[in-house]
């Protein structure tokens, strides 16, 4: 879920050193305009255990860090964990953190479940926190099947009134009546703005020129001065460091 700014310093030198300086493409000027980026400021999403989860092969590595399985030895299982190997058992961390792609740092804190004779299953909580994302709508997400992802991302925002989505450019404009209906009405998006209680508002995007952003919402209630939107969060890395 995305958090607020987080002052600490080295995470702050870590990210910096690594980051790679990349321009976001233009868009026309019937698209939203970016949200401007403060400097210091850390967007965080959070995969809360156990909703991360995947099975290994053999040989397979964790998506975009660098943990791998390499195979079972009666009851222990031999992985290796940024390029050191460990032998562990059955509830064993599987934990790393790093940069995993261009301003994108990553903790992985996760445990090794029950196998039978098939792949290893790791399960546990992904943190991820991006450095200068400069939110921008896409109409279309580009061919991300190379890209590593990561879904199940809870999220739950209390927008105020022209206040926007946090890391979006959907702006909450109030309520708009029609005949006896209402609708909560937004800015900052392409498609129609009008959404009933109980409807899906989808919005997709671009963080940075590695960093791709769908929220899969639901207009829970809204007045004239809040909207309740609840839903997940998908997000998808390019240039990873570990591919």
Same mark, same amino acid.
């Given at each position: 879920?995305?958090?607020?700014?987080?002052?600490?310093?080295?995470?702050?030198?870590?990210?910096?050193?690594?980051?790679?300086?990349?321009?976001?493409?233009?868009?026309?000027?019937?698209?939203?305009?970016?949200?401007?980026?403060?400097?210091?400021?850390?967007?965080?999403?959070?995969?809360?255990?156990?909703?991360?989860?995947?099975?290994? $092969?053999?040989?397979?590595?964790?998506?975009?860090?660098?943990?791998?399985? /390499?195979?079972?030895?009666?009851?222990?299982?031999?992985?290796?964990?940024?390029?050191?190997?460990?032998?562990?058992?059955?509830?064993?961390?599987?934990?790393?953190?790093? /940069?995993? +792609?261009?301003?994108?740092?990553?903790?992985? $804190?996760?445990?090794?479940?029950?196998?039978?004779?098939?792949?290893?299953?790791?399960?546990?909580?992904?943190?991820?926190?991006?450095?200068?994302?400069?939110?921008?709508?896409?109409?279309?997400?580009?061919?991300?099947?190379? +890209?590593?992802?990561?879904?199940?991302?809870?999220?739950?925002?209390?927008?105020?009134? +022209?206040?926007?989505?946090?890391?979006?450019?959907?702006?909450?404009?109030?309520?708009?009546?029609?005949?006896?209906?209402?609708? +909560?009405?937004?800015?900052?998006?392409?498609?129609?703005?009008?959404?009933?209680?109980?409807?899906?508002?989808?919005?997709?995007?671009?963080?940075?020129?590695?960093?791709?952003?769908?929220? $899969?919402?639901?207009?829970?209630?809204?007045?004239?001065? $809040?909207?309740?939107?609840?839903?997940?969060?998908?997000?998808?890395?390019?240039?990873?460091?570990?591919?």
């Amino acid at each position: 879920m995305p958090k607020g700014t987080h002052g600490f310093i080295t995470l702050t030198v870590m990210l910096l050193l690594t980051a790679l300086a990349c321009g976001v493409p233009g868009f026309p000027s019937a698209t939203p305009t970016p949200a401007p980026f403060t400097p210091g400021d850390f967007l965080t999403y959070t995969i809360i255990p156990p909703a991360y989860t995947v099975s290994l $092969n053999p040989g397979d590595h964790v998506p975009g860090a660098p943990l791998q399985y /390499i195979g079972q030895e009666g009851d222990t299982y031999r992985v290796r964990i940024g390029g050191l190997e460990a032998v562990k058992r059955v509830g064993d961390s599987f934990a790393w953190a790093g /940069i995993i +792609a261009p301003s994108v740092y990553a903790e992985y $804190n996760l445990r090794l479940t029950t196998t039978l004779l098939g792949p290893l299953p790791v399960t546990g909580g992904v943190e991820l926190t991006i450095l200068e994302w400069q939110p921008l709508e896409v109409a279309f997400l580009p061919d991300l099947s190379e +890209a590593v992802h990561f879904g199940n991302i809870l999220v739950n925002y209390n927008v105020p009134a +022209a206040e926007t989505l946090p890391a979006s450019t959907l702006v909450y404009s109030g309520v708009y009546t029609q005949g006896s209906q209402q609708f +909560a009405r937004f800015s900052g998006l392409s498609a129609q703005p009008y959404y009933a209680q109980g409807d899906s508002l989808v919005w997709t995007g671009q963080l940075r020129e590695n960093v791709y952003v769908r929220y $899969n919402l639901r207009v829970i209630s809204f007045d004239e001065d $809040n909207v309740l939107l609840g839903g997940t969060a998908e997000l998808w890395l390019t240039e990873q460091t570990y591919p």
